[in-house]
């Protein structure tokens, strides 16, 4: 496997990673695409828990608190480490680790970048905490080299999205159970998969309802998909100008359609430009990338080689800033750390606690404010105290591992010829190796991309 | 890759945007303006004003809402009653330190998205697709703009993140407790130097060695806050040289167990309200505050004992410059023939009627740049007496 050039890591990837050598030269697509077919050692030690092994843990879980209750034990549960809700606390801790740590390790960074923006595009996030991670690992990273298409129904279905979104519980108001108990439907997921996971526009308030009650009694879990016919609304549901009767088939159905519509290739191509390429990315790389898609079922590939091929990929001037996960992790490879170090100097002895850091950058680990997700722009990680979190951060990781290389050399490492001779010189001017790597990492070099 | 082709190109963008960089524009350095303060809180997710202030004296709402009006409320006035957990807040009321304008909505109506709805409300776009104004700023920040004898720090956004609403090329402050740098003067200087020198990070880099070097004394939080906490933060810096100030409180999208997520959201308004209150102590009756939202929620409980989006909100208003104890506003019903599309709460004023009332108030912005260039297409009406 030929490692990325320093361009196509920093655009691309998450940066340089200590002890490897970068390729000489700018951007070669084809090097880019073979990381999609190859396989990440390092990042596989990262692996988490999927959904079935989710599901054995949480029941245990909630078997071992019913037996306490019932057997009216107030005492503390002792420190065993096979007790289930030991083990919850630790999958949660390492789900969050992971988020760093394992695109700080990896060998394929255009494949993490992918999988952390299709994740951040299908959002999840919040009260979910113990699927989000198999939302990442199971429902987007099978399909980042596939269908769009398949995207879409993966995510649709997977029950973080379900339980995210308020879709579990939506009862078709003329179901069997709806009549039975006068319950009804809940609008959420069907609105903000056609808002933010698909069209984005050019539907009305009627199709999202009738979307609502085509989902209705949909529910995914060990056994597979199921319409639960006790909650499906009986009758057509006319979306967008067809019409459709209920049932897994037709869901799949409508998501085929949808998929392919001129609205979500534009979504699909304006996103995918906007995080890789520009904040405003021009109208020419848009309008590749949307033909792209459609011209090739939805594959995702083929947009990828566009964007690739456009002479902004491989354009000099680095004009996007890296989110604060983009940037911790950059500085760990640049280091040759994990984020899992213990006792360094001036952090907490057992653990760095990253994710604290993450939150003052404005970034909390799986937890967007907005089912949109985080920012993908600029302003939304540069306001004053998001700024002060970042040189807090490069100073304080400066202070505990910055004597031990020549900054100057890390400016190289990090950077090549995509340095300003400005920083070389700030960083080189320094009176301490620990603070010109405090100005290296925090300098507007470093959060570009 | 040459050197020299960076350093020129990068040389042009750093020239192609000097003068959009409000450090190198003179500011005028004054005294602050007066006494008179405003809050503008963003209520994001879309705040169900039929829940906090429920219309109870409507036929139509019990059987609208089986499950949330099950729970009785708090008597405001025959006709409406309040959250029970908002109980905090019912000794401001009793003051006339509260109000409410209910069925409000900003011009949107083409669609009912979080995002379009919230950029719309911070934008004071008049526009129903809820398209951004072409300088596609705040509106707090066009209405400096208006007024006389402002500082940088006349208005402040509090809190972590970006707010569109004080977005634009007047400058403002932002707040939030940070750590403080150990770097040696040196190497600050060497730092200062690579961040000034880039367009991008020139002005948000100084504003946050500002916040480093003033932080007399507060500690930065490990991660979140409390939005009590967020309310003690306002009112030190309207304390100080500050008299406009705004913040993001989010959380208010409750499609399902509205009941248990809306006494957690109301027990945090009431913190930060009562925050603000004790924070400012006698300049509290200076104060006024206007906490919107970006619609409101469907009239009808959803399936899932919740709501979904829908178009009337409602406004808080709170403040010892408030002329409170009232819900301001006309009331359109709750049949199902005076809902909008059979679903929401009829909007029958234009939410920004209140905040740009207050502007003209409490910080003489004219009638005309508040029709024109605060809230575009704004119809002021009459003026519905929110103040003492």
Known sequence: MESLSLLEEIRFGYGPLAGTTPSPGGLEPDRVLAQLTATDTAAAAWDRPLLADRYTLIAAYIDANKARKASKDTAKPPKDENDPRIKIKQMEHLDVASFVARPAVATLGFVERLVNFWANRITVAGNVDHYVQSFRDEAIRPNIAGRYADMLKATLWHPAMQNYLSQTGSIGPDSPIGQLKNKGLNENLAREFLELHSMGHGYTQTDVTEFAKLLAGMSQDEKGRKVDKKRAEPGDKHILGATYTEGIEQIDAFVEVVAHRQETADAVAFFMARHFIADAPPADLVTALSAAYLANDTELVPVYRTMLEHPLASDVIRTKIRSPQEYLVASLRLLGMDGQEKGLLGFPQANMMLNVRLTSMGQPTYKPLRPDGWPEVAAGWMTPPMMAARIDWAVDISRAMGDQASPVDLVDFAMGDLATPLLRRAVGGAEQRWEGLAVLIASPDFSRR | ?388
């Open chain 2, 1 to 388: 890759m040459a050197h020299d082709l960076l350093v020129s190109r990068r040389a042009f963008l750093i020239g192609c945007s000097i003068a959009a960089s409000p450090l190198l524009t003179p500011v005028t350095f004054a005294a602050a303006p007066g006494e008179n303060r405003l809050v503008v809180i963003v209520l994001r997710g879309a705040m169900d004003g039929l829940d906090v202030v429920r219309p109870v004296g409507d036929p139509a709402y019990a059987a609208l809402r089986p499950t949330l009006a099950a729970v009785a409320g708090l008597p405001l006035t025959d006709f409406f009653h309040l959250h029970p957990a908002a109980a905090g807040l019912m000794p401001l009321w009793k003051a006339g330190e509260l109000g409410f304008a209910h069925a409000v909505a900003t011009p949107y109506r083409s669609g009912r998205s979080h995002f379009v709805g919230q950029d719309a409300l911070e934008n004071g776009t008049g526009a129903a697709d809820g398209n951004e104004t072409a300088s596609r700023d705040g509106w707090l920040n066009r209405a400096l703009s208006l007024m006389p004898n402002t500082a940088p720090d006349t208005a402040v956004a509090v809190g972590q993140q970006r707010l569109l609403i004080l977005d634009g090329s007047h400058e403002t402050d932002h707040w939030f407790p940070v750590e403080q740098s150990p770097l040696s003067a040196q190497a600050q200087d060497l730092l200062t130097a690579v961040n000034t020198a880039d367009p991008m990070f020139s002005q948000p880099y100084t504003e946050a060695q500002h916040l480093m070097r003033n932080l007399n004394g507060e500690a930065a939080p490990k991660g979140g806050v409390a939005y009590g906490q967020l309310g003690t933060y306002v009112a030190e810096r309207l304390m100080g040289a500050s008299r406009i100030a705004s913040f993001s409180f989010g959380g208010w999208d409750t499609h399902r167990t509205q009941e248990k997520t809306m006494a957690e959201q109301l027990t945090g308004l009431t913190d930060a309200l009562l925050a603000m209150k004790t924070g400012l102590g006698k300049a509290w009756g200076t104060t006024l505050v206007v906490a919107m939202t970006e619609f409101g929620r469907t009239a009808r409980e959803n399936g899932t004992a919740g709501t979904d989006h829908g178009t009337g909100g409602m406004a808080v208003l709170a403040g010892g410059a408030l002329k409170g104890g009232k819900v301001f506003g006309t009331w359109p019903g709750l049949a199902d023939a005076n809902l909008l599309q059979q679903r929401d709460l009829m909007p029958t004023g234009d939410v920004r009627a209140y905040p740009a009332w207050a502007l003209r108030a409490m910080f003489g912005v004219d009638a005309a740049g508040l029709q024109s260039t605060v809230f575009p297409g704004l119809d002021l009406g009459r003026d519905p007496g929110i103040l003492l």
